[in-house]
């Protein structure tokens, strides 16, 4: 088979940890007969440098003409530190979102037999666990009017959800549910909101379309709380952009380092994959940064938008591999073992592929 990938970089450590997923994705290639061609194409603040927007159209055209995207990470202190840059990298990541039509971010999260005490929680709390978040995208506080009045002294930013919005979400969530334990639960925060409220009314309308699914509703604060408790009580959960965007990273820690995680974003026209961590702009450079999110991005990416099972089980099978034998860099290494470099890990993957 032969994909043509979008190839978007990024900033920060976003350059390094896509080398090596690349170099991984290249060997499974070889390894089970496929052709990949990759297109770079700038985004963030990168972006911003070279063309002034943080979403070039040029890019997005690539975007749109491949089978899918991989992702490296956005972001520059120096638009972090200035409030009011008047063009973001974030911004670029937002307007992809949209104009992709990029509206369901899915989000694992699962431990690792070999790390499971480099948890900040208890073992007997997160083993077993295996959930999967599936956060909108395209809608809520993010992308809801926002500005200044009161000569500056008063800002808003307003929520605002469409049923639709809603429904194309919770299809997803239930659909996914099916191919799980059949569990779902809605994540909202009804006592309070509107938009809530429209989400909760929405999905129990759907329920009766997915009778062998056990829906559950629960408040956001209360889901919050008992990620850190028993997270392994969880499969599969929806809601809404702000929310999901703060679960998410709470539940990112479980699996003890966010260098970790993969995460897929799906929608209307094309799938992007990428890692759940920051550009990380202090290890810039350094060749220090964890590649395995990343890696697992492409996992995801081979399963997922190529219907490649195999494939994408052989690379967690050797992610897996250089974890128990410690092929790791610094952010998982012991105090007392060796820290192996980016590259390093990527080419030890390769090699044992």
């Known amino acids: 088979m032969k994909f043509n990938i979008a190839l978007l970089a990024g900033d920060g450590i976003g350059p390094e940890v896509i080398n090596e997923a690349v170099k991984v994705s290249d060997a499974i290639a070889k390894k089970f007969n496929h052709e990949i061609n990759w297109t770079p194409a700038l985004t963030g603040a990168c972006a911003i440098d070279a063309v002034g927007v943080p979403y070039p159209d040029e890019t997005h055209e690539i975007c749109m003409a491949a089978d899918a995207v991989l992702f490296g990470a956005i972001g520059h202190p120096k638009y972090d530190n200035d409030p009011s840059a008047p063009v973001r990298p974030e911004q670029g990541l937002l307007l992809m979102r949209k104009k992709l039509g990029l509206f369901a971010n899915v989000r694992p999260t699962f431990t690792f037999p070999s790390l ?128 999901g965007d703060i679960l998410t990273d709470e539940a990112s820690v479980i699996s ?49 938008a190529f219907g490649l099972k195999e494939e994408a089980e052989a690379i967690r099978a050797v992610v897996n591999k250089s974890l128990e034998q410690g092929i790791v860099t610094e952010d998982l290494a012991g105090k007392d073992a060796k820290a192996y470099k980016t590259s390093e890990v990527g080419d030890w993957l390769v090699a044992n592929l």
Request: net charge negative; glycine share 6%.
């Open 256 to 304: 003890g380092s966010m260098g970790l995680m993969p995460s897929a974003s799906v929608g209307e026209h094309t799938s992007l994959y990428e890692p759940i961590h920051g550009s990380y702009p202090q290890a810039t450079g350094l060749n220090i940064a964890n590649p395995l999110a990343t890696v697992l991005s492409a996992a995801m990416m081979f399963e997922d």
């Open 116 to 243: 499971i005490d480099n948890s900040p929680l208890k073992r007997e709390r997160i083993e077993g666990t295996d959930l999967i978040f599936l956060r909108e995208l395209t809608g809520g506080i993010y992308f809801g009017e926002k500005g200044r009045k009161d000569d500056g002294e008063t800002a808003f930013d307003t929520c605002t959800y469409t049923r639709a919005e809603v429904q194309r979400l919770a299809k997803k969530g239930f659909e996914l549910a099916m191919t799980r334990s059949k569990k779902l639960c809605c994540v909202d925060k009804a006592n309070v909101l509107e938009t809530s409220r429209l989400w909760r009314e929405t999905v129990q309308a759907m329920e009766k379309e997915y009778p062998e699914v056990t829906v559950s509703y629960e408040f956001v604060d209360a889901v919050a709380m008992r990620l850190v408790q028993w997270p392994n009580s969880y499969d599969v959960l929806i809601t809404e952009n702000l929310f």
